[in-house]
């Protein structure tokens, strides 16, 4: 088919040889080669600047006009004449969307569109073709096509279809961060609880760094609310309506993370027996969230640094690096200067990460706020358990206030879960005993001892009530197993180290 250009409408117009003169001038607003009144084509409605288009076809005048049009639409747009020519394209850019011509000189369109689908190309594809039966459509579709449109075409036609493909590409986004905050609900309180200084400051804060585009380190205790805060600052952003994904980094092996951050394509590595996205590419224009980043092993946090400053990521497996945008929060319950120090976390990532570092109030420095959260959280329970609140007596709020909370809002919330079903408020908030409560004394040295003995004397005595259960200690202390499992290994250490010098002396 040859094409010619006629020119007069918003955008140029490719016309098959055959069409009539009056025809065309019918169709100078808007279409491609159809006799039907055009629809006329909104710039606005079709704006993808962050998508990505490669068009492959024999016919230099499709592939030109095909170009013009999407450029102006598209962050990026490029062409290929054959398959092979496309082939070289892809193996060093990528593509959101193919819009793939049948009839190619070598290889056929849907001979190519069979190999991209086995070797996990897993972007939408377009397939545009003047020569088609019911068959040849059966195996386009067979094949993975996204579409399958006829020339001549409308310019509206193909706009709509390429509208589809990334609307459907963004809904598949979308459902899988549903999947995950639905996993997950409940999980934290919804927004920031609390009107004491030192939160009214935080608030004032959020509201502030929110609204700019750079990364934030959140700093504070387990339970202290990081991923909350995370929330109110993506939900104060530019970036509201876009995904947020939140990963705890703790919470995956060390061997895995590579994978779920960036994902990986088929045959990466054992086990990898088709491509799979990363939770960069489903944060894609929103924000990711990464919680414990300390816990990053050291090669991770130099393929992170080299994200953040070039904006692209390479899948695992792929030579192909991969647009990035993505809004970076992080959060850590250690002190990362001094784990800078300590040569386990990387100084350049550190201060490319504390662009804004925000610290976090432990509990115990806002106890004004306890009664507030205690209201928020009864509430909360007492609808997913759909038993009656609990009433809150000063004596209980006053007992609570003055317990020091090492596990924070997250322990206090657990406290309300368990008193909601328990009936009754434990005199422990971190032991839930099965009997009726009764006032427990404070050892006698507890006063003056230091927060460090504070928290192990709190976390052994949770332990043991769980016997020995470091699962559901950790639950009841709203930490990860792996944090409570370093904090062991750590007293295991700092014991040897104790009884070496009382040895030499």
Not at 318 to 325: K, T
Not at 337 to 349: I, P, T, W
Not at 473 to 482: M, N, Q
Request: net charge neutral; charged share 25%; proline share 5%.
């Amino acid at each position: 088919m040859v094409a010619k250009r006629i020119g007069g409408g918003g955008d140029d117009v490719q016309m098959a040889r055959g069409v009539r003169g009056d025809e065309a001038k019918a169709l100078a607003q808007g279409g491609v080669g159809r006799a039907e009144p055009a629809r006329p084509v909104e710039l606005a409605d079709y704006q993808w600047p962050a998508h990505s288009v490669l068009v492959v076809d024999d016919e230099e005048g499709m592939r030109n006009f095909l170009e013009r049009t999407l450029a102006r639409r598209c962050g990026m747009v490029q062409s290929a004449a054959d398959a092979e020519h496309a082939a070289v394209l892809m193996a060093r850019l990528h593509f959101d969307l193919l819009v793939l011509d049948i009839a190619l000189p070598g290889k056929s369109g849907i001979e190519w569109l069979h190999e991209l689908r086995e070797h996990g190309y897993a972007g939408d594809v377009i397939l545009i073709t003047a020569f088609a039966d019911m068959e040849t459509a059966i195996d386009a579709l067979r094949g993975g096509a996204s579409d399958f449109i006829l020339k001549p075409f409308r310019v509206d036609q193909i706009l709509n279809s390429i509208k589809r493909c990334f609307e459907r590409a963004g809904l598949a986004r979308e459902n899988f961060v549903l999947r995950r905050e639905l996993a997950g609900l409940g999980a934290e309180p919804t927004g920031l609880i609390g009107h004491s200084p030192a939160m009214e400051q935080l608030r004032a804060l959020v509201r502030r760094v929110g609204q700019m585009p750079s990364t934030v380190l959140l700093l504070g205790e387990s339970g202290t609310g990081k991923e909350v805060v995370a929330r109110a600052l993506h939900r104060t952003s530019p970036r509201a309506q876009r995904p947020f994904v939140p990963l705890n980094c703790a919470a995956i092996a060390s061997e895995l993370i590579e994978s779920e951050l960036f994902g990986h394509v088929k045959g990466a590595f054992t086990g990898a027996t088709e491509n799979r996205n990363g939770l960069f590419y489903y944060a894609h224009g929103g924000t990711l969230f990464l919680d414990e980043i300390s816990e990053l092993p050291l090669a991770m946090q130099t393929r992170l640094l080299r994200v953040l400053e070039e904006r692209k990521l390479r899948p695992v497996g792929s030579e192909r690096e991969l647009p990035v945008d993505v809004r970076i929060i992080a959060a850590s319950n250690r002190d990362l200067a001094a784990e800078v120090r300590a040569g386990r976390f990387r100084e350049d990532l550190y201060y490319r990460l504390a662009v804004v570092d925000i610290g976090l109030p432990p509990l115990r420095d806002r106890t004004e706020d306890i009664p507030e959260l205690m209201r928020h959280f009864m509430q909360q329970f007492s609808v997913q358990l759909g038993v009656p609140p609990l009433p809150l007596s000063h004596e209980v709020v006053s007992r609570l206030a003055g317990y020091t909370w090492p596990g924070n809002v997250r322990e206090l919330r657990n406290y309300i879960e368990r008193s909601l079903i328990l009936g009754h408020f434990p005199a422990q908030p971190s032991a839930a005993p099965t009997a009726a409560p009764t006032a427990l004394p404070t050892p006698a040295g507890e006063l003056e001892a230091s927060l460090a003995e504070v928290e192990r004397r709190h976390i052994e005595r949770v332990t043991a009530a769980c016997e020995g259960n470091k699962t559901e200690a950790a639950r009841r202390l709203g930490v990860s197993r792996k944090t409570l499992e370093r904090k062991f290994a750590e007293w295991a250490l700092e014991d040897a180290a104790a009884a070496r010098a009382e040895r030499r002396a």
